[in-house]
């Protein structure tokens, strides 16, 4: 009996019976009532509102690193940390009106070091993101050469600032 013909077999059943569907299995009466229809509960329990959390409030400072695939931000607890959490989009939103970016760094490996970037275009990084920046000659910059398997790419440090910060300066 050659593969194939013991691969029909087994997905028919049998030599030549048909396979037979599974049996149900009976549900007892309480069951129905909690059944799904398109992903939606019955109406007698309504799900919590998810409430997202923003920057506003949190820490004074954070990090943010930025992942070399997808080029999404991070918030990590330190400098060339490179797992943490998404962000979510009232956390962008916070990061767009509250955040000031004091600090980048960029993490390039020994056999990449002929492809980092221009110091320049490590500065205009947090542009890239709508995170405000003080003047470049202004901002704290590193560059450093890290070996093979530790994390890669740009870190940025971000202050959060007050509402009362923010109204001074306007």
Known sequence: MS?????????????????????????????????RFMGRSGAESQPEPVVEQGLAGGPSSIWLHVQ?????????????????QELTAKMTADLHRLGWCE???????YDQYW????QEAILRTPSLYEIPTPLLNRMKL????VKQGE??????HVRVRSEDELSEQH
Do not use: N
């Open 3 to 35: 593969i194939f013909d013991r691969l029909i077999s087994t997905l028919t059943g049998g030599d030549g019976t048909p396979a037979q569907p599974p049996a149900k299995t009976p549900t007892p009466e309480g069951d129905e009532k909690r059944q």
């Open 68 to 84: 070399p695939p997808t080029q999404r931000l991070l918030l990590v607890s330190d400098l060339g940390v490179a797992t943490g």
């Open 103 to 109: 600090e980048i760094a960029y993490h390039a490996g």
């Open 115 to 118: 492809k980092m970037p221009s």
């Open 142 to 145: 590193e560059t450093r050469l």
């Open 151 to 156: 994390p890669r790419g740009f870190w940025m």
